[in-house]
């Protein structure tokens, strides 16, 4: 019998020896075992015991989060992990079409929950990040992925849209740990019905926005920066650089308590980052995270790109002007 308060490695699991561990988040670990008679290898995904899911390790801002949204604002919340795995496991269940990480069975017993799933071979985007600039070809790449992934019928989006949860493989792309938005059980028995599993860094609203979760970490990919990471209220900002409607959408909503929108104020000009940016790939940022300059001068608010293939063709559009790479590393 294995236990979840213990490294799994050299353990066996069933058909399968745990040789390695592959990851760690706030909520779970990942293993991967080889079949002791086939040799065929296999990720297993283990719920950490609740001792070791502390709030402390959860307010990491690139880390997933559980948040619960209430009168007035948010709190962090503790959720059961063991209840967690099983809904990542049922969400994932749920999508047949390829580019999806595919799970195998679940196994849930008092003690004990994990899920297997296959072992995809690559690296993150982060690592990839890391180890060299990203091309265009590949970022439009991702945005198809992401395009055929948000039309199917049983999962439409996916709710912790960042660089770690996006494998780049030889034969293109896979996503993993999908987010989680409703009702949450709590450690104490209690639930609440409006909480969000996610990353608050790609999704300051904490909605279900993979397009505004994508056009945030474009902004990394291309500048190596976060573009909404430094904080504080309208009234520290330089306002003068920000259009009307911008503004007023602000302060409407720190009117009634939600800040988490105060930071775009501070969101700088893509070319103020990289003066060798061209006009047409600035253009494009902005527009990913909703913003555009106006005819002041002044960044103000913009509709967006309302789909992933819209993104896409946009980067193909900025391909064919010449641009192979983006600048950051």
């Not at 269940?93 to 069975?105: A, E, L, T, Y």
């Not at 909480?195 to 397009?211: F, G, M, N, S």
Request: proline letters at 4%.
């Amino acid at each position: 019998m294995v236990s979840q308060d213990l490294s799994w490695v050299g353990l066996e699991v069933g058909d399968y020896k745990i040789d390695q561990k592959l990851g760690e988040g706030i909520f779970s670990s990942v293993y991967r075992g080889v079949h002791l008679k086939t040799a065929q290898q296999k990720a297993f995904k283990v719920a950490k015991p609740q001792d070791l899911v502390s709030k402390r390790q959860a307010k990491d801002c690139l880390s997933t989060r559980a948040i619960a949204q209430i009168t007035g604002g948010t709190m962090d919340v503790l959720p059961d992990a063991a209840k967690l795995l099983r809904t990542q496991h049922a969400q994932l269940s749920m999508v047949s079409q390829s580019g999806w990480i595919k799970v195998d069975r679940l196994v849930d017993q008092p003690g004990l929950t994990y899920y297997e799933m296959e072992l995809v071979e690559g690296e993150t985007l982060r690592q990839l990040m890391i180890r060299q600039s990203i091309t265009v070809d590949k970022t439009i790449e991702i945005a198809r992925s992401l395009d055929k992934l948000s039309k199917s019928e049983s999962l439409r989006y996916h709710g912790d849209i960042k660089p770690e949860n996006i494998l780049v493989t030889k034969s293109g792309i896979t996503i993993i740990d999908p987010g989680y938005f409703g009702r949450l059980d709590l450690v104490n028995g209690s639930n609440l019905p409006n909480c969000a599993i996610t990353t608050v860094a790609y999704y300051p609203a904490l909605e279900p926005d993979d397009l505004l979760a994508f056009g945030l970490m474009l902004w990394e990919v291309v500048l190596g920066i976060q573009p909404t990471a430094k904080t504080s209220f309208s009234q520290e900002s330089d306002l003068s650089r920000i259009g009307g409607n911008l503004l007023e959408m602000v302060r409407l909503q720190e009117m009634v308590g939600k800040y988490f929108l105060s930071n775009i104020l501070n969101v700088p000009l893509p070319s103020s980052v990289h003066p060798g940016i061209g006009a047409d790939l600035e253009n494009l940022l902005l527009k990913s995270i909703r913003l555009k300059v106006n005819m002041s001068g002044q960044i103000d608010l913009d509709p967006g790109f309302r789909s992933f293939g819209a993104i896409a063709g946009a980067l193909a559009a900025l391909r064919l002007k010449g641009t192979e790479q983006f600048l950051a590393k």
